[in-house]
């Protein structure tokens, strides 16, 4: 570990205009912490918006109960969600649970249909969602879409009779040690599936560190290693917004050096998993805190910065 090249990319945080709403820097090796800086304020547990590293939280509490046997990721959605949607159209009534973890639904997610403009016209969110139109087949390919993936948290109420959060309690935030969080619901009552689930830098590495360990925290088994190991498989080409290959609600990329895997939120939410490296690193940053946050340079100051000082 070059201690130096740590030191340069704090200095980058600091000096960088772009990254003025930066909160935190934190960075694991061998699943300990090596290196951390808090920023803007912040602490190590600073209660911060997910934003879209929320859609692998919910990935994971999917890949719970799929391991349970209580989900099948074949399943239609129809068969565990009532909507309009699915009783209208026998094409939308075939999208699974694997086509909206992957966002192969093929349903249409922006402009009028995206889902902030749905809650901002007071309309059901999650069925709204289900109410856009079609651009291609279910499982055709990547096309990005929060509203879908927000669906997910209707089929876990459906499958435990719970609200999401009581399993995320349960199961993944009580065994990892995690005690604090803030998760919002939608206007009708479902926790975001998609967005604004609030945690702190250390609980974001502890997920991370979940995954790198194949679904195993402190030799108990948390979730199916073989869900793990599909999650973070490229098994899409994937697109924007970070243009690498995409697994079920992790992104993948598998043809960087050294290949990665990675949970990632606006404005520089980031959680990166390299296994050969035995590393985790996160970021997150206060996304209202600029006009326009680019949270890609957050994402280059890992790649370009703090994984070379990993290596050399």
Not at 6 to 18: E, I
Not at 88 to 101: N, S
Not at 194 to 219: I, P, Q, S, T, V
């Amino acid at each position: 570990m070059n201690i130096d090249g740590l030191l340069a990319a704090d200095a980058t945080v600091r000096s960088h205009p772009d990254l003025a709403h930066t909160t935190n820097l934190l960075v694991a090796r061998h699943g300990e912490i090596v290196f951390e800086r808090c920023y803007r304020d912040s602490a190590p547990n600073s209660l911060h918006s997910a934003h879209s590293v929320t859609k692998s939280v919910t990935s994971t509490l999917v890949g719970i109960l799929a391991g349970d046997g209580r989900l099948s990721l074949d399943a239609p959605v129809a068969s565990l969600v009532d909507a309009p949607a699915f009783r209208d159209d026998q094409v939308k009534a075939g999208i699974t649970v694997h086509h909206l973890l992957t966002m192969s639904s093929g349903l249409y997610g922006h402009g009028w249909w995206d889902i902030d403009e749905l809650e901002a016209r007071n309309e059901p969110v999650l069925e709204g969602a289900l109410e856009a139109p079609l651009v291609a087949a279910p499982g055709w390919g990547f096309l990005y879409n929060n509203g879908a993936s927000h669906v997910l948290s209707a089929v876990v109420e459906a499958v435990t009779g719970k609200p999401m959060v009581d399993l995320a309690a349960e199961r993944l935030f009580g065994p990892l040690g995690i005690d604090r969080w803030s998760w919002p619901t939608d206007p009708e009552g479902h926790h975001w599936g998609c967005g604004d689930l609030e945690l702190g830098a250390r609980d974001m590495l502890k997920l991370g560190l979940l995954y790198l360990h194949g679904g195993m925290w402190n030799g108990t088994r948390v979730v199916d290693q073989s869900y793990v190991h599909m999650a973070t498989s490229p098994l899409l080409e994937g697109g924007p917004p970070e243009f690498c290959g995409y697994g079920l609600l992790w992104w993948v990329a598998d043809r960087a050096s050294p290949p990665h895997f990675l949970a990632c939120g606006h404005g520089g939410q980031y959680i990166v998993v390299v296994p050969e490296l035995d590393l985790v690193v996160v970021t997150m940053a206060d996304a209202y805190a600029v006009e326009r946050p680019k949270g890609f340079l957050l994402r280059q100051l890992v790649y370009q910065q703090v994984v070379p000082a990993m290596i050399s």
